[in-house]
């Protein structure tokens, strides 16, 4: 840790205890500070509702106010604002890694974090970058949250909640312009049908030209923007409530993305730049346009049923995600004669379908021993198939499920592979109130997951020895995994305003598979803990932290440490020949860091929010010596995010917002070194230096009306959103501004 954070670190800490120690302030918890409105928050990180700030963790919670006056339409706008947690966007404007406190989520792997959207786990990484819209409450839990919401909740948990059917007809309509130039209408109406049966319907249109320009002229097939966007988002919510004690709440979404892929740069064979994530002197060069075209459409099914011993839940889940991702491969050639000679198309198909099922008891409230008892299951069968093609100036071609047979698409490599999944879970999660200003939380969870994968790739396109055992079309292959995720947590209020707490808890990913030759092709690379298989990932963390409330509920004041051990850790690898993006692990990597957070509300119109996190990352464990010590990839340094809003009556109802966001990421280490020469280049261990955006909003708000400026990177910071291994540099996007019309009825 440098100077400067142990001075930020100690300033915040010395801060705080100087809050809590004045005597004139009030215990009373009226409000919550984290509302820009000044209500009381209430979540349900741990499956019941109760006041955000009795939470024994570290969350950070976004009400339906704040949603608005800080225009969060996408999972970006709000990560930003929470310490700790970073969003890697890159490739196309699908495609996105949630890293949480070092714990990763690498290119194809299942996400870092249980998201739930309604009750519902999204198993498929696509399922969370989709627009949010119509949503009533976002939440963010850090840490290994297993023990509640299974396999994947690693690094933390996502938990997203739409807004339900009511008994009033109610709607808002928006429209909006922005820089691309893009267009953008939003919707939701709700409607009562009958005295107990209500339906609310809302969706999305936004269509963009993009706004990263692509200076190749000279191809047919070369279009000026890399990064159109056009996004069609609906959704439709029934709740019928025959009684006090049933309630039946069906959803229907889906998601329909059209863009381009793979707008990356790639400085020449040898240039000093080649591996240096901050070069951004290179413009986007692409002879032919990609495209990304992915379909999402998800159902949730969810029966309640309260009794005097407590409420059943059953919740059902079905989902789809199919993909199509083509890009242009030039000028990158893995055979070294950079820009001559050679140049291929590469394309992506990927059908994932995917069943869950959550069977759930839940005691009363209001007891001292609180209860939940729980099973989960999941089925998903999925496809997938990548591959190279020669670029013969025809344009780049998709292929789904066989290789290309066309001649103007000659194929180079074709890997395809199908899996069927199921896995299975059982819970319990205890609170005991042992006095009552002490509470102890025992939570167990056990997960299992089988995996059988098939090889589907014609045996002319192995990148391996075909044999009955190791590589061949038709082969066979299952795996299980399984962990037992326990969670313990003391929390202590020694004062009304004041929950201290101490937990430990554990978190579990599955494995999975890489596509079937891989393995032997990475060996020859001399890459280690890569092969057809990857194994699981686990990670043990000890935590203590405080949350506390003053100045009459105005203000609030949350800090946690924590040091997690991870075993099987995921890394990232591609493979150039083949053109795969494949999984590995890491034996172990030790994290260990701080989490603050401060908001307040200095007047009735003035509020401020600030956090900051750090995160150091040693990858302890690993085959090559050269490995040990470095960072674990994927890892911020640091976060610090600072949110000033002033809302002021002007005049009748109207009022003023002027609502600025600064967000610094610190230094991000995307790649680990490896001894290998053919790796040094590809691999070596050069930060992105730390990146500062500023956001701006302004506007006018009525009961039933609102208008909005907003800008996004306002002082069109250039940097590159990802650096991926084998010289790739993605551009992230530069200064873009709209305004928006809202009209509520």
């Known amino acids: 840790m440098t100077t400067s954070f142990r001075g930020v670190v100690g300033l915040l800490g010395v801060s705080a205890f100087a809050l809590l120690a004045q005597p004139n302030l009030a215990f009373a ?17 741990r499956q019941r509702s109760e006041a955000l ?32 947690v970073t969003f890697v966007e890159t490739q196309n404007a699908g495609t996105s890694f949630l890293v949480i406190r070092g714990i990763s989520q690498a290119r194809n792997s299942e996400p870092s974090a249980a998201i739930v959207v309604d009750g519902v786990p999204m198993t498929q990484p696509a399922q969370f970058n989709q627009a949010l819209i119509d949503i009533s409450q976002i939440e963010v839990l850090k840490g290994p949250q297993g023990a509640l919401y299974g396999r994947n909740a690693i690094g933390g948990a996502i938990v997203i909640t739409t807004r339900r059917p009511s008994s009033e007809l109610e709607g808002r309509v928006l429209v909006g312009y922005e820089s691309g130039p893009g ?40 279009e000026r923007d890399v990064d159109p966007v056009e996004n069609l988002n609906a959704r439709l919510s029934f709740l019928y409530e025959p009684s006090n004690d049933l309630s039946l709440d069906l959803r229907l979404s889906a998601d329909q993305l059209d863009t381009r892929a793979l707008y990356f740069t790639v400085p020449d064979f040898g240039d000093p730049n080649f591996n240096n994530p901050n070069y951004t002197g290179r413009p986007i060069d692409l002879n032919n346009s990609g495209i990304n075209e992915r379909d999402i459409f998800d159902a949730a099914f969810r029966v309640s049923y309260d009794t005097s011993y407590g409420t059943f839940s059953s919740i059902t889940g079905f989902s789809t995600v199919e993909e199509i991702l083509t890009g242009d491969g030039y000028p990158f050639d893995p055979f070294g004669a950079s820009r001559v000679g050679f140049d291929f198309n590469q394309s992506q198909f990927l059908d994932v379908e995917t069943t869950t099922q959550e069977f759930r008891f839940t005691s009363p409230q209001e007891n001292r021993f609180r209860w939940i008892a729980g099973a989960q299951f999941f089925w998903t069968d999925r496809f997938i198939a990548t591959g190279n093609m020669i670029d013969t100036g025809a344009g780049v071609f998709p292929v789904y499920r066989e290789p290309s047979t066309n001649p103007a ?39 299992e997951d089988t995996r059988e994968n098939t090889t589907e790739t014609p045996t002319g396109f192995l990148p391996c020895v075909p044999s009955p055992t190791t590589c061949a079309n038709g082969l066979v292959r299952e795996e299980t995994w399984n962990d037992l995720q326990p969670q313990v947590i003391l929390r202590y209020e020694p004062a009304e305003n004041v929950n201290l707490y101490a937990s430990y808890a554990r978190g579990f990913r599955s494995g999975g598979f890489n596509q079937t030759g891989v393995g032997t092709e990475a060996a020859a690379a001399g890459f280690f803990g890569v092969s057809d298989i990857f194994d699981q990932e686990t990670a043990d963390t000890i935590e203590v932290g405080m949350r506390t409330t003053f100045w009459d509920g105005r203000a609030n004041f949350n800090a946690s440490a924590y040091r997690t051990v991870a075993e099987g850790t995921y890394y990232f690898v591609f493979l150039a020949a083949s053109s795969t993006q494949n999984l590995g692990n890491i034996d172990e990597v030790e994290y260990s860091g701080l989490d603050f957070e401060f908001n307040a509300r200095l007047s009735d119109n003035f509020s401020i929010n600030t956090g900051f996190g750090f995160t150091d990352s040693e990858i302890t464990e690993f085959p090559d010596p050269v490995v040990i010590g470095a960072a674990a990839p994927l890892v911020s340094e640091y976060t610090l995010n600072i949110g000033a809003q002033y809302l002021a009556p002007l005049w009748g109802d109207v009022e003023g917002l002027v609502r600025v966001d600064y967000t610094n990421i610190g230094d991000t280490f995307f790649t680990i070194p490896f001894s290998a020469p053919s790796q040094a280049l590809d691999a070596t261990p050069i930060a992105r230096d730390p990146v500062s955006l500023v956001d701006l909003r302004v506007g006018l708000l009525a009961a039933n009306w609102s208008l909005t400026a907003w800008s996004r990177n306002l002082f069109d910071e250039e940097y590159n959103s990802e650096y991926s291994p084998g010289g790739f540099h993605f551009r992230a996007q530069p200064m873009r501004w709209g305004v928006e019309l809202t009209r509520r009825f």
């Open 29 to 45: 918890q009226t409000t919550e500070a984290g509302d820009d409105t000044g209500e009381e928050i209430v979540v349900t990180a």
């Open 53 to 84: 700030q009795d939470v024994p963790a570290q969350v950070t919670a976004f009400s339906a106010a704040q949603i608005e006056t800080r225009g969060i339409e996408r999972p970006a706008d709000f990560i930003a604002a929470v310490p700790n």
């Open 183 to 222: 267009y953008e209408l939003q919707g939701a109406v709700n409607i009562p049908l009958a005295e107990n049966f209500w339906v609310r319907a809302a969706g999305s249109y936004f269509d963009s030209e993009g706004h990263l320009e692509n200076i190749n002229t000279a191809d047919a097939s070369a």
């Open 409 to 447: 698409n000659p194929q180079l490599t074709f890997l395809a592979d199908s899996q069927e999944q199921f896995a299975w879970a059982a819970y319990l999660a205890t609170s005991t109130d042992i006095t009552d200003n002490i509470e102890l939380s025992v939570n167990l969870r056990y997960d």
